[in-house]
């Protein structure tokens, strides 16, 4: 059964760090482009990082400079580096596999989706 598992949330406060993982069962990793997305209670969900089965990263606007997507596929894991951590950045952070196989941020072109880690940045 393919699944993925985010983990690492928490409550962190501006300015400070994070590192989410993505930690795949049921497929073989290496042969899959990864995504992360965040989702806020009221708006759609945003793509924000993808990379791919050959390591190439892809970032959103709104997180580049800032966050650091990478793999190792012998832990079956995909991580999600965060820095400098806004206000903004609170949400919902999910990670999906592609069938793409460029990159893409674009939630239609994912599935298996996990069931996301809660990341909270006070005001």
């Known amino acids: 059964q393919v699944r993925l598992v985010e983990s690492g949330g928490g409550l962190v406060q501006p300015g400070g760090s994070l590192r989410l993982s993505c930690t795949a069962s049921?497929?073989?990793?290496?042969?899959?482009?990864i995504g992360w997305f965040r989702r806020t209670p009221g708006n759609e969900r945003e793509g924000i990082s993808c990379?791919?089965?050959?390591?190439?990263?892809y970032y959103a606007d709104s997180v580049k400079g800032r966050f650091t997507i990478s793999r190792d596929n012998a832990k079956s894991t995909v991580y999600l580096e965060m820095k400098s951590l806004k206000p903004e950045d609170t949400a919902v952070y999910y990670c999906?596999?592609?069938?793409?196989?460029?990159?893409?941020?674009?939630?239609?072109?994912?599935?298996?989706w996990g069931p996301g880690t809660q990341v909270t940045v006070p005001s």
């Open positions: 999906a596999r592609s069938w793409r196989v460029g990159a893409t941020i674009a939630p239609a072109d994912f599935g298996s």
């Open positions: 049921g497929f073989d990793l290496s042969l899959w482009a």
């Open positions: 990379i791919t089965s050959g390591g190439s990263a």
